[in-house]
């Protein structure tokens, strides 16, 4: 069975950091896209970075560029998100999610947070940050 395992998340004060582990079992880490979603009470999902693990490749969405890092240990078949700088506005639960993509395709291009391309999810950790 595919499964996909966030964890890392809790509470943490404004400028504060967290990481953000997602583990993957079930399929070949190599042939797929792994992202990050997050979705705050009210509001609708959105991508906040993905990662091919195969080419090291990286996308981040504008509003957490230079405060975000995503890396991945492909031995282990995680994915990392470092959270720094966080602010109120990042509090929402995150989800990790993969998208199997040809290994034929230019990955550094491909990249996207387009979440209906991503095939597998995971159960979310909750991320809040206190003014």
């Known amino acids: 069975d595919v499964q996909l395992q966030a964890s890392g998340g809790g509470l943490v004060q404004a400028g504060g950091s967290l990481r953000l582990s997602c583990t993957a079992s079930g399929f070949t880490f190599d042939d797929y896209v792994i992202g990050w979603f997050r979705q705050a009470p009210g509001k609708q999902r959105e991508g906040v970075s993905c990662?091919?693990?195969?080419?090291?490749?990286?996308y981040y969405a504008d509003s957490v560029k230079g405060r975000f890092t995503i890396s991945s240990d492909n031995a282990r078949n995680t994915v990392y998100l470092q959270l720094n700088s966080l602010k109120p506005e990042d509090t929402a639960v995150y989800y990790c999610?993969?998208?199997?993509?040809?290994?034929?395709?230019?990955?550094?291009?491909?990249?996207?947070?387009?979440?209906?391309?991503?095939?597998?999810w995971g159960q979310g950790t909750q991320v809040t940050v206190s003014s």
């Open positions: 999610a993969a998208d199997r993509v040809p290994r034929t395709f230019d990955r550094k291009s491909y990249l996207n947070l387009h979440d209906v391309l991503y095939e597998y």
């Open positions: 990662i091919s693990p195969t080419d090291g490749s990286t």
